[in-house]
């Protein structure tokens, strides 16, 4: 079974530029997450999707940072324009069902984008 | 609101002896999950070993076990027999209804 694919694994970008994620779940994960991982940090979420509803955005900065899951399957994240605190990791994941207790969460590697 | 602390940034252990990586949180609720994760260089977050909280029997994964104290709202692991593979960085990590709340980590180096 493939794992949560990210790409791209490397972004390198100057301020005020946008930049764009992208984030294929494991198939058949009706939800997906993205996180923010600062250096040295846990991660934090940004968004949570249920299919194609975003159920949790109470922490994305909505002035600059979009996301969309129209089908239900893969994910976008956007930053327009993009700053220097933004250099992170992103990471996206998903997990298998809802309605339960908890959900594993499964990670991708992370996009790793550095803004100059 | 929900705390993960992880107080060791880093720690070292010799090749085969055991470490214990440290964990406490905050919660005020009664049903949830601790999880530990490791994430290597590669930056990929793996599930370690979980514990319900409503479990009062700890955890075991092999060489990774845990210490679940819920009235001191501790939850540390313990790598038995390391490994220069179980070098990482780990999290701890609270969850409830979906949402995860990480630890800062700690980096575990394993000395050959």
């Known amino acids: 079974e493939a794992g949560v694919v990210q790409s791209p694994r490397y972004k390198i970008i100057e301020k005020k530029q946008p930049v764009a994620f992208w984030c294929n779940p494991i198939s058949g994960h009706n939800t997906l997450y993205w996180y923010r991982q600062n250096l040295g940090q846990g991660p934090e979420l940004l968004i949570r999707?249920?299919?194609?509803?975003?159920?949790?955005d109470s922490q994305l900065p909505k002035d600059r940072f979009s996301a969309e899951r129209l089908k239900g399957v893969d994910s976008t994240l956007k930053i327009q324009p993009a700053e220097l605190g933004d250099s992170a990791v992103y990471l996206c994941?998903?997990?298998?069902?809802?309605?339960?207790?908890?959900?594993?969460?499964?990670f991708g590697p992370g996009t790793r984008l550095t803004v100059l | 609101a929900q705390t993960v602390t992880q107080s060791q940034p880093e720690m070292s252990v010799q090749e085969a002896e055991t470490v214990t990586l440290s964990c406490t949180y905050d919660?005020?609720?009664?049903?949830?999950?601790l999880f530990w994760y490791k994430q290597p260089p590669s930056r990929q977050m793996i599930l370690v070993i979980r514990?319900?909280?409503?479990?009062?029997q700890n955890a075991t994964e092999n060489r990774f076990s845990v210490n679940f104290q819920k009235a001191a709202k501790s939850f540390s692991l313990k790598i038995s027999d390391s490994q220069l593979g179980d070098a990482a960085m780990y999290f701890c990590?609270?969850?409830?209804?979906?949402?995860?709340?990480f630890g800062k980590g700690t980096r575990l180096h394993i000395l050959p």
């Open positions: 514990q319900e909280a409503y479990k009062q």
């Open positions: 994941a998903s997990s298998p069902k809802r309605g339960v207790s908890y959900n594993e969460q499964f």
């Open positions: 999707y249920e299919n194609e509803e975003a159920v949790d």
């Open positions: 919660t005020s609720e009664s049903d949830y999950y």
């Open positions: 990590a609270y969850i409830r209804d979906d949402k995860i709340i």
